[in-house]
């Protein structure tokens, strides 16, 4: 992938991270079931990190 495109793919990831962050804040707040959401954010979590050790070995 070229820089543009990882930049790309990492606002995307962030984008659905604050999404689902927020969706898991409205089923706290109605006592629903965070898990699958929680699980969610681990895996988003994951490939931010990966994109982001991507863009390193890009920089270097």
């Known amino acids: 992938m070229t ?3 990882l ?3 990492l ?3 962030k984008s659905d991270y604050v ?3 927020g969706d898991m804040d409205k089923l706290e707040y ?3 079931r965070v898990s699958s ?3 969610q ?4 979590e994951g490939e931010i990190a990966e ?3 991507q863009l390193d070995e890009i920089d270097d």
């Open 3 to 5: 820089k543009q495109q």
């Open 7 to 9: 930049l790309a793919k």
């Open 11 to 13: 606002d995307e990831l």
């Open 19 to 21: 999404r689902i962050q």
């Open 30 to 32: 109605v006592k629903g």
């Open 37 to 39: 959401a929680e699980e």
């Open 41 to 44: 954010l681990i895996r988003l």
């Open 51 to 53: 994109v982001n050790r």
